[in-house]
Structures are given as structure tokens and as C-alpha cells.
């Protein structure tokens, strides 16, 4: 019964986003006029949010764990931690325009979630059984969340970089912010990152050295976690040693991320190795 | 016209120097690192040695030519192979030479005064003059002080200076990283590592002769191993009963230390291993082995005892070998285990449908020639090379029951389970530990401190000025401040 209740709940936050996408586009045609609707929509987001989240504890609940155990529930709570970086994101500058960009990803990665890589809850093999699975997989979750919005702004910065070297931007990015913002802010979600991600790649090591005898094995899914840490680190010297700004860092910025999103999908689904638990 | 340029002769130092102002370039520091992270890709889609030997016999045999000339380029073994030690090597060499003169660079700056002020405040960020009141200076002071800025003051000015910790957590950062490298170097060096099948009941004494397989790092010696004999007393495993997935293991041994009368008992799961001295012991595996009695024509027993069989799936439908080398001519039986028996739906033979022993079968097809043991090449435990055998049987067994065949018979007593203990000396990665905390540490100060410096000088006019290096946001919020204290407004 949680499974249809979870279903359900899915569906409602499918529906709440799918109500704000139309919101966001009308809205961008006068800023002023459509300020109410902005503000429905981001009332949607959260109401999104909190379901999302809602669905996330009925899960754990109704499988007796963390909700981490499996790719269906990465995928939801990594909607969930994409949509709360946006959220928190949105109390500093005013990202709104990325509304529509965030409430499709989410939309996209619920209906995978949903459809194709649903799995009904069951208890965790003896290996995920210890405190780390909690401390490891929420922290790379959020890490992925984070740096997914970095990614998505940096592609925004590369689009609108393209349109204002062609003349004029069209009508709907007039509203967007400026180039300077967009690069000072993928970088400041990466760096407020990286050390989370660091210390959630030492959490799996000090994991696998009690689980699997040793920290670092050079596992497909630990290799790729240390691609992605060099790619970021990589992006941090080369912004904060070297200076490189602009067009340049947004594509290390993009590889980087790309790294991370290669990681979850090609190493959980075709890859082999220790990180593969339950099928999916 | 052609002109040439003289290029001033280098003699080897001068190349020496060249070529470690190269190395230690952040430039080539930050390509190395990139080049690291490219490095390490192939290892994630190629099967390596290490992990997954089995797959790589496998590409051996579909395209031996190919896999030869992979295998060439150490595919196979990347990250122990030449060309990614050369990169790890060559960027911690860059690593150091660019960290060490740094630290003690900042060293010296973080003792030192913040340079005078300058001469034209005018030209710097920031910059704004108002008609001073003449106690700018002390209020100005006291701010610097309960801000814990460094502070030069000289003629009327004052220089001050904040955010050391920047560049010290970067540093504490780098260091860091070293040290991680030096702890994995020192377990290569002094560590130990081995696999042993042990049955439930038997007992395991801790020299080399009892593993299946052991590696010593490159100074540790047989005289390492700690003395220590361990019983496995009882092994529970728990099971799903919808999904067959494993939900829990449990193993109880006693333990018998060197110089203690008193035998331990103790419990390994998989994520609590057990922990003597250096040496800890991991819950790496399970499966069965059917205990079975052989005998020859006469009746006389020819062998008997347990033998471990390999699992092959979730079910642990498991595979195995039992070699009667004393029988005259010698027997073989390739065998398979099933702990709860069903036929495949697909037509083929018997197949398991749970992991727990419900109902054990154990099929055996029996060979009688040469088993091949005398002919010097290693031979596998859990196979039977039955080119120069004849096969004299088969038959499928329940608990209990026997089998004759043509010079013999077998009788299939029962089954015990065994499990596979990893044994790990790793004295290195405490060091790797530390530094892995020290690294996040020195993330943080690094990441989160904003380096500035401001500067005030007090005549007839209050000038002030700010400078935030690497362009770190936030100093125009505190200038304000600044100006807004020194005005009084605050």
C-alpha cells in the first residue's frame, strides 16, 4: 500500500511541476505583469518540494531504511536535492528564470524514476547495512544536486554567451542576469561544493575499508568519483591560479559535470563492479 | 635577411634547473592532474587483473591478438602499469617542488608586516576621502584589532591585512594530498594481503601455508604474520524469502591469541570486521561443501571429507571438483551443488531456487584415468582436466545416499557450509586517514577566507582604500562598514 501511496504522491509532484512550467514561460513575456504568476510558480516548486520530500520519507518508511538503496531512490532523492539547491539557491539571487530549466530536469528524472527504474522496497544487502550508507550517499547526493545546478547555469552562460556574440539577446533572455553573474555564480556552487564532495568520497574509502577490506580499489564507480574530483579540481586551480573566466571555464565546468552524470548512469546500469547492488 | 638569435648556452645544471622550473609549473602540475584523471578511464571499462581476472581470460580468449597488444600496454593492469605510475609520480614530484618553496614562503609573509601603505590611495578599489575629525586613526586601530587584521602603521597611515588562513589551508591542502601518497606507499611497502576458505568447524593457523592465495607487500616477511589460531564455530545466513537477496551474515569464531591461554569468542560481520593488531579480518564470502565418503572395489575408504564448491549465482548453485588421487586408476568427480533443488525451466539440468540448503542435491558425473596432478602444471581446485579420462557415471545425490559405480562408490554424507576471510594488513592508512581530514580542513580555511587589505592614512583628509586578491567578493560590503565606524554612523 506505500507502493501506491508513493505512486500517488510521485504523480502529485509531477503534476505540480507540469501546472508550473506553463507558468514560467508565460511569464517571461512581461516581466512586471506575469510577477504574480512567478510567485505561484515558486510556491508550486515548493509545494513540489515538500511532496517530493514527503514521498522520499514514505519510501525510507515503507522499506524500514534510508532511502538510498537502489537507483529509483537516487533518482528521487537527487530530484529532491536538485530542487533544494535551486530553492536555497533562489533565497540569495533571484534565479527564477531558471525555474523552467530546474522544474523539466526534475520532471524528466522523476518520470525515468518512475517508469523504468522502479523497484519495489525491500531491506538492504548485508554490505549497505552500516551508518556510512547515510553519511556517504546523502552527502554525494547533495554534492550531485549542487553541482548539476552549477552545470545547468554554465550552460545557460554558454548559450547566452553565443546569442549576445550573434547581437541583441531575444525576447525572453532579456530578463536573465548578466554573463559576469552567471560565471561568478557556477563558481561559487562549486566551490561551496567540492569540499563536500572531497569529504564524501573519503567517507566511502573509510566505508569500503570496513566493508570490503580495503579504502581505494580502483572500482569503476570510485574511479569515476576521483575523474570527477579531478575534473573539478582542475576547474578550481584554473579559475582561482590561472584566472581563466568566462567561456573556457564553463566548459571544464560542463566536462566536469558531465564526469558526474556518466558516473550515475553508466556505471550503475552497465558498469561492473562493487557499487552494483540489486540489479539497478 | 635571416637573423639569428643567440640563445645563451645552457650547461646540465642550467638544464636541471630548466627542467625542474618546468615540472614544478602550476601549468604542468594542473595538465599532469588533468592528465591523471584521463589516465584512469580505461581501468573503468576494461576489466582489470585485480578486480575481475575472470573477464580478462575471457577477452584473452575471444581475441587473443587483440588482448596480447592491450595487455602490451597494460591495460589489463592500469593502474599499476609503467605509464600511470610515471604520471602519479611526475605530479607529486611538481606537487612538492611547487608546495614546499610556497610553505616556506608563507612562512616568512605570515611573520612579516603588511607592506606600507601606498603612496596614491586614489588608484586603488574602493577609494573614497571625507573631512577627518582626527580620531580616525585610534577608532580605525581598535577595528583592526577586534577584526584581527595584521596591522603596519607609519606616518598617519595604517596597512592591514587579513586572510592568512587562505593560503594556509591551501597549503595544509597540498600537504595533505602527500601525505595520503605516502600512506599508500608505506602499505605497499609493509602491508599484507590473503584469501582463505575455511569450513565451519575447521580451524585456521596463521602461517603461509594456510592461505589460498597471499601477497606480501615489498618489506614484509613471514616473521610479520601475527601468531593467532582462529575456529570457525558457526556461520548464519540470512535470506529474503521473496528475493533470495541476502539480508545478513553472521560468523562466530574463537580466537587464540600468541602467549594467551584464553580462547576469545568473537563475532565478524560484513561491516565489522575483526581487528588483531594490524591485522584485520573481513567476512568476504560464502558457500558450500558437500561432505562425501569414496571408497574403492574392496570398500576401503579412498577419501573423505568436505570439499569446497564455488558459487555461481544468488541461489548458490555451486561448482566443485572432488579428486581421488590414491584410487587406482584415479577418480574425479565434477560435480554441482544445489541448496534447494528445481529443475530449470529452460529445459536445462538442476538449478537452485534459494540460497538456504531446503532441499540439497548433489549431481556428480564420475571420470576414472589420469587426474593429471603429477604433470607439474598448476591445476585449479574447483576443475577436473578430464582429456585423459573416461567417464564412469552420473547420477544426482540426496543427503544419504550413495552411488556405485564401475571400481568404487561415493555417498554423498551431507553438507557444511565455508566462508572466504580476507586478511588485510594496511599500516599505512591511517596516515592516508589524516590526511584525507586534513585536506577537507584545509579546503574549507581555503575555499571560505577571503584574502584582503585595507588601507587608511589621516591628515586634513580621511583616505581609505581596499584590495581583494583573487577578485574575492564581499570587500565593498565591509568598506562600507569601514567608512560608515569611522564616520561615526555606527
Known amino acids: 500500500m506505500a507502493v501506491y501511496t508513493l505512486a500517488f504522491l510521485a504523480h502529485a509532484v509531477e503534476t505540480a511541476w507540469a501546472v508550473k512550467v506553463p507558468n514560467d514561460t508565460t511569464k517571461t513575456l512581461d516581466y512586471k505583469r506575469t510577477e504574480k504568476v512567478a510567485r505561484v510558480a515558486t510556491a508550486m516548486m515548493i509545494l513540489g518540494f515538500i511532496l517530493l520530500f514527503a514521498g522520499v520519507i514514505t519510501r525510507g518508511v515503507s522499506a524500514g531504511r534510508v532511502p538510498w538503496g537502489n537507483m529509483y531512490e537516487f533518482s ?59 553519511i556517504h550517499v546523502s552527502t554525494a547526493i547533495i554534492s550531485g544536486g549542487v553541482f548539476l545546478l552549477a552545470n545547468v547555469i554554465a550552460a545557460a552562460y554558454l548559450y547566452l554567451d553565443k546569442m549576445e556574440s ?93 564526469t558526474f552524470l556518466f558516473n550515475y548512469v553508466y556505471v550503475n546500469i552497465w558498469g561492473t563492479g562493487k557499487h552494483t547492488y540489486s540489479g539497478l | 635577411m635571416s637573423q639569428q638569435t643567440e640563445l645563451p648556452e645552457l650547461d646540465s645544471i642550467g638544464l636541471l634547473r630548466y627542467t625542474w622550473r618546468q615540472l614544478t609549473s602550476m601549468r604542468t602540475a594542473l595538465i599532469l592532474l588533468l592528465m591523471l584523471g584521463v589516465a584512469s578511464i580505461p581501468g573503468s571499462l576494461v576489466p582489470q587483473r585485480t578486480q575481475n581476472p575472470i573477464q580478462v581470460g575471457q577477452y584473452f580468449k575471444d581475441s587473443p591478438e587483440l588482448a596480447r597488444w592491450m595487455d602490451r600496454f597494460y591495460l589489463f593492469d592500469v593502474y599499476g602499469s609503467p605509464w ?142 601475527p601468531a593467532f589460531m582462529l575456529t570457525v564455530d558457526k556461520f548464519d545466513a540470512q535470506y529474503n524469502l521473496k528475493t533470495s537477496a541476502p539480508e545478513d551474515y553472521t560468523l562466530n569464531v574463537s580466537l587464540l591469541r600468541d602467549g594467551k591461554t584464553v580462547v576469545e569468542e568473537k563475532v565478524i560481520k560484513v561491516n565489522s570486521p575483526m581487528t588483531i593488531g594490524s591485522t584485520r579480518i573481513y567476512l568476504q564470502a560464502n558457500g558450500y561443501s558437500p561432505v562425501v565418503t569414496v571408497r574403492d572395489s574392496k570398500g576401503d575408504v579412498a577419501f573423505q571429507g568436505p570439499v569446497p564448491f564455488l558459487p555461481q549465482d544468488a541461489n548458490l548453485r555451486s561448482i566443485g571438483a572432488i579428486k581421488v588421487p590414491d584410487a587406482d586408476p584415479q577418480i574425479g568427480f565434477v560435480g554441482s551443488f544445489v541448496p534447494t533443488y528445481v529443475r530449470d525451466a529452460n529445459g536445462g539440468g538442476a538449478t537452485s531456487a534459494f540460497p538456504k540448503a531446503l532441499d540439497p542435491r548433489l549431481l556428480l558425473a564420475a571420470w576414472a584415468g ?77 575555499l571560505f577566507t577571503r584574502r584582503r587589505r585595507i588601507w587608511i592614512r589621516v591628515g586634513s583628509q580621511v583616505e581609505v582604500a581596499g584590495l581583494a586578491k583573487n577578485g574575492a567578493p564581499g570587500l565593498d560590503v565591509e568598506m562600507e562598514q569601514f567608512a560608515q565606524m569611522l564616520k561615526g554612523e555606527k
Not at chain 2, 586601530?141 to 591551501?170: H, M, P
Not at chain 2, 591511517?430 to 579546503?443: D, M, P, R, Y
Open chain 2, 370 to 446: 589420469d587426474l593429471g596432478l603429477d604433470s607439474g602444471v598448476p591445476q585449479s581446485v574447483y576443475r577436473i582436466d578430464t582429456s585423459k579420462m573416461l567417464q564412469v557415471g552420473l547420477k544426482s545425490l540426496k543427503p544419504g545416499e550413495s552411488f556405485e559405480y564401475p571400481g568404487g562408490s561415493i555417498k554423498f554424507e551431507g553438507y557444511i557450509q565455508w566462508v572466504n576471510l580476507n586478511f588485510v594488513a594496511d599500516p599505512g592508512k591511517k596516515f592516508a586517514l589524516l590526511g584525507g581530514i586534513v585536506a577537507i580542513l584545509g579546503l574549507l580555511a581555503s
Open chain 2, 84 to 225: 600511470f605510475s610515471a604520471i602519479y609520480i611526475l605530479l607529486f614530484i611538481s606537487l612538492i617542488g611547487c608546495v614546499l618553496p610556497r610553505t616556506i614562503e608563507h612562512f616568512h609573509a605570515a611573520r612579516a608586516f603588511p607592506p606600507a601603505t601606498p603612496k596614491n590611495l586614489s588608484r586603488m578599489e574602493h577609494h573614497s576621502t571625507w573631512a577627518a575629525n582626527g580620531t580616525e586613526l585610534d577608532v580605525a586601530r581598535a577595528w583592526f584589532k577586534s577584526k584581527r587584521f595584521r596591522v603596519l602603521e607609519k606616518d598617519g597611515s595604517i596597512s592591514a591585512e587579513k586572510g592568512f588562513t587562505r593560503e594556509t589551508g591551501n597549503l595544509f591542502f597540498h600537504l595533505a594530498l602527500i601525505l595520503i601518497l605516502l600512506g599508500i606507499s608505506f602499505s605497499s611497502l609493509f602491508g599484507m594481503r590473503g584469501e582463505a576458505i575455511i569450513n565451519v568447524g575447521e580451524r585456521f593457523v596463521n602461517t603461509p601455508t594456510s592461505y589460498d592465495t597471499l601477497n606480501y607487500g615489498k618489506l614484509y616477511k613471514d616473521a610479520n604474520l
Open chain 1, 76 to 134: 528521487i532523492t537527487g530530484a529532491l536535492a536538485f530542487t533544494g539547491a535551486y530553492l536555497g539557491a533562489l533565497r540569495k539571487y533571484d534565479l527564477r528564470w531558471l525555474g523552467l530549466l530546474v522544474s523539466i530536469s526534475v520532471l524528466l528524472t522523476l518520470g525515468t524514476a518512475v517508469t523504468v527504474l522502479y523497484v519495489p522496497s525491500a531491506p538492504l544487502v548485508p554490505a549497505l547495512k552500516s551508518p556510512w550508507l547515510v
Open chain 1, 166 to 258: 550573434k547581437g541583441e539577446r531575444t525576447a525572453w533572455a532579456k530578463r536573465l542576469p548578466s554573463l559576469e553573474l552567471l560565471d561568478q555564480l557556477s563558481y561559487r556552487l562549486v566551490a561551496f561544493v567540492f569540499p563536500l564532495w572531497t569529504f564524501s568520497v573519503i567517507a566511502g574509502a573509510i566505508w569500503a575499508e570496513s566493508a570490503w577490506g580495503r579504502y581505494w580499489g580502483w572500482d569503476p564507480k570510485e574511479t569515476w568519483a576521483f575523474i570527477t574530483w579531478v575534473a573539478y579540481a582542475a576547474y578550481l586551480h584554473a579559475r582561482v591560479t590561472i584566472g581563466w573566466r568566462g567561456r573556457r571555464a564553463a566548459w571544464l565546468c560542463l566536462f566536469a559535470g558531465s
